[in-house]
């Protein structure tokens, strides 16, 4: 070690700075600046020799006259391997042993410097800084899993909100989001996080692309998020070492039944060792900070961000939507189309086509499948007229050859009602259009039955895409105002919007001075026109 950091150390010491935080400025590993520090109080005592003994001469070796020849070569390339140096060493002539040249190597190969890191401190509410950070838990009830810890922190009073989740998607972050801000009562005007694809769809030469949904929450809430850099986690180092302090004190000799469970430890554990404890750098506790970071938080909206997820999923011939594997009743009358779902933290809130709601379900855990939930008032009620109407209702709004096919089906079939709600449900997978074409084609043959236009569709169509089952439902709910007919409007209404504004001051004036001239409009019944 060289003398001018053995002085940077001592210098440093005798200022009252903590090992662990100069270890951590200069790059070096706090074991050596113990030695160092113990070194110079022992000097200092008259314990120790003032200078260090001298070191035995080392012996000549008959690698030393290559070791200029090794210096240019890891000069050149700093990445080179000891056995590609022995290789070339063994070309010179060199016949000595691998580990030779490994252990000459290390010692001449040039080592990295860290760049020390400066640690800056933020006023009252102008930053926080969010992660995620992964465990694999033993639940004494659900087993082994993995699960998320959700962490938001304000760096000026290190006060922190935390949640473990089952999941790091879109949805899960803005509601997590949501509950650190009403936690804390408040937001930070900037939050820094790393490069999460929530956040951040990628980087270019012109900075960060963020994600634009997120920048409409953020916008809600009124703060700017701002991304790190790629590998450099130490620029929001309060965050993660937040994660190290609840594997060593919240995690470490604790048993949990299940997710739920951890999650109600973890509130405790909040609120009676985090915000009480004495934090090592501020000297004071994170709770008596955030009183004095509180009134410079942004304040809550009126209304919190709506952090349902919005998707559609087509009604299958059961009368089931799926979501994650799971099953969801719908009435039985949507059978085949495309309905909105809205998905909350806790419920699956199913609309209609018309987009009134029109069924509500309890959300199945993440990790489930194959359940069902079924509502029986969405049932075929043991009403046959009342079936076959509805049916025909349906298949009277295809056309002509619609009707006949059912006509067809409830005629030659045993279980007509049940194959023509088959066939209603191909409208989820077909174009409209394909599904009629195949319906006149198989009335023109007498194939009346479900799997027979199942074939012709196979042969003859191909299933459309999720965005064109959209379309056709927004095409078919806008056509009744597109055809709704709109009566045309007076061109003088229209000549206003053209007229230039000051051309009314001067009218005004002109009707002030008695001017007889042709009276332009008043702006006042141009602002009522317009």
């Not at 470490?252 to 739920?260: E, I, K, T, Y």
């Not at 994650?324 to 699956?348: A, D």
């Not at 049940?418 to 997978?429: D, E, F, I, M, S």
């Amino acid at each position: 070690m060289d003398e001018k950091l053995r002085n940077e150390i001592v210098q440093r010491w005798q200022a009252k700075t903590p090992q662990r935080q100069i270890a951590r400025a200069l790059g070096v590993a706090r074991t050596t600046v113990q030695h160092v520090i113990y070194r110079f109080e022992r000097e200092r005592s008259g314990q120790a020799p003032a200078s260090p003994l001298p070191r035995p001469s080392r012996r000549p070796s008959s690698l030393d006259e290559h070791d200029a020849f090794i210096g240019k070569l890891l000069e050149r390339y700093p990445n080179m391997t000891a056995v590609r140096v022995h290789e070339e060493l063994r070309t010179r002539g060199f016949r000595g042993s691998y580990t030779m040249v490994r252990l000459r190597v290390q010692a001449l190969r040039p080592q990295p410097t860290r760049e020390p890191v400066v640690r800056f401190e933020t006023s009252p509410g102008v930053q926080a800084q969010m992660d995620y950070s992964t465990y694999d838990l033993d639940f004494s009830e659900e087993g082994r899993r993995r699960v998320y810890l959700f962490s938001y922190v304000l760096s000026y009073s290190r006060r922190a909100y935390m949640r473990f989740v089952e999941a790091q998607d879109f949805t899960t972050t803005i509601r997590e989001h949501v509950r650190a801000f009403a936690y804390l009562q408040g937001v930070a005007a900037v939050c820094v996080y790393d490069n999460m694809k929530v956040v951040v769809l990628r980087h270019d030469e012109d900075g960060p692309l963020y994600n634009p949904r997120f920048l409409a929450f953020a916008t809600h809430y009124g703060f700017k998020p701002w991304a790190c850099l790629p590998r450099r986690a130490r620029t929001k180092g309060r965050v993660e070492r937040k994660f190290d302090f609840v594997q060593k004190n919240l995690l470490n000799g604790r048993s949990f039944c299940n997710l739920a469970h951890l999650n109600e430890v973890s509130a405790w554990w909040l609120a009676q060792v985090a915000d009480l404890r004495v934090h090592r750098e501020t000297k004071q506790r994170p709770i008596d900070r955030y009183a004095l970071e509180r009134p410079h938080l942004v304040p809550l909206p009126a209304q919190p961000y709506d952090t349902a997820q919005v998707l559609y999923r087509i009604a299958d011939v059961e009368g089931f939507v799926c979501y994650q594997q799971n099953y969801y009743s719908v009435p039985w009358r949507f059978i085949g189309q495309s309905l909105p779902l809205r998905i909350t933290e806790k419920e699956v809130i199913i609309y209609s086509p018309a987009v009134a709601e029109s069924a509500r379900h309890r959300l199945f855990p993440r990790g489930t499948s194959q359940q069902r939930s079924v509502d029986r008032a969405h049932r075929p009620r043991d009403n046959a007229p009342e079936h076959l109407t509805l049916l025909r209702e349906r298949f009277s709004e295809l056309g002509t050859s619609a009707r006949r096919f059912l006509d067809g089906v409830l005629r030659d079939q045993r279980y007509g009602k049940n194959q023509a709600r088959r066939v209603l449900a191909l409208l989820g997978t077909y174009a409209r259009k394909d599904l009629l074409a195949a319906l006149e084609r198989a009335v023109r043959f007498g194939a009346y039955s479900a799997p027979a236009v199942e074939r012709i569709l196979a042969a003859q169509a191909k299933p459309k895409s999720v965005l064109e089952a959209l379309a056709d439902d927004d095409r078919r709910r806008l056509q009744p105002l597109l055809d709704e007919p709109v009566s045309p409007r007076s061109t003088a209404e229209y000549q206003q919007l053209c007229e230039d504004p000051n051309d009314h001051g001067q009218a005004n004036e002109a009707k002030e001075a008695g001017s007889d001239d042709e009276r332009r409009p008043d702006p006042d019944e141009s602002a009522g026109l317009a």
